[in-house]
């Protein structure tokens, strides 16, 4: 007998979030041999593999297996790697730093009816009263129609849609993308409130949302595939004030250049502005300490044009015109 339903979970080097999530899965209130759990290492780490394997013995599901994708490859392919060689005919998607539900598989598989082809659970993110600017940045997979922590979908669908776009080389946009997908090949997606993974929110260095700004490079490719649900489902993060914020700090620049102090000037100030009001947004309901007020003014002057730059990269390299 084959496993009816398979566990994909990708991961890179954290064996320590991954053995708490591998113990919870193997814990599920579901029948043990019918399903398996397949661990996707993007990062060619032995530890994990000794982890896995130390596991497999204790392992209650009929089927733990370690599969290697290489270094670095992306979760999108990790994920393809694993469910293209699974049993199951439901693929179930969480990832190594989730802490699902003792009952996750049992709500989510229960949705699966006649033209279902996929099943969206409910993500948690627990949050502090003040959280920073990255835990509420984070805190908005609850509000996510369709997240890789935590949906099931069938076998076949996922191969009619050829699985998940390997060009989203990082963890975003490679969800909607297959969502999007789902929605104009195979029509329904139903949610399970029931289906509960908790997402807790792992320390960021001082800056990070300066590194994710390169997050935008895959939106053009997003906008290419899919743009009318693009325009109508996918969020856009305040581009107004990312294009007023570059363009006047750039005719700031031109003007003192070429010796017209008073446009300067006057341009700086709207540049402060604008700056201000990007600042604000981010603080309005977030920590106010005074090591993230910093953190929040400084990022706040260098994300505009740092996601144009990365926006305009990504509309050259997929050849789409994306504003």
Known sequence: MRPWVSVVVPTRRRPGLLRRCLGLLMAQDFESDAYEILVADD?????????????????????????????????????????????????????????????????????FEPGVAAVTG??????????????????????????????????????????????????????????????????????????????????????????????????????????????????????????GASVAVATAAAATLAGAGELAIAVGLAWLALTGRLCYARLRETSRRPGHLLEMAVTSALIPPLALFWRAAGAVRHRVLFL
């Open 43 to 111: 990062g060619a780490d032995p530890k994990t593999e000794r982890l896995v394997e130390a596991l497999r013995a204790a392992a209650r599901p009929r089927a733990l297996r370690y599969i290697p994708v290489g270094d670095g490859q992306g979760p999108a392919a990790a994920r393809n790697r694993a469910w293209r060689l699974a049993f199951g005919e439901i693929i179930a998607f969480t990832d190594d730093d989730c802490v699902p539900g003792m009952d996750w598989l049992r709500a989510g598989t229960a949705r």
């Open 122 to 243: 409910r993500v948690i993110v627990p949050l502090p009263r003040r959280p920073t600017d990255h835990e509420a940045n984070t805190a908005r997979l609850q509000e996510a129609e369709f997240a890789t922590a935590n949906c099931f979908c069938r076998r076949e669908s996922l191969a009619a849609v050829g699985g998940f776009d390997e060009r989203f080389r990082s963890t975003w946009r490679e969800d909607n993308d297959l969502y999007f997908s789902l929605l104009e090949q195979e029509g329904r997606v139903v949610h399970a409130p029931q289906a509960v993974v908790v997402h807790p929110i792992r320390p960021a260095p001082w800056g990070i949302s300066l590194r994710q700004q390169r997050n935008n490079f895959f939106e053009a490719l997003l906008y290419k595939k899919h743009p009318a649900l693009y325009r109508t489902r996918a969020r856009r993060a305040r581009p107004w004030l990312h294009y």
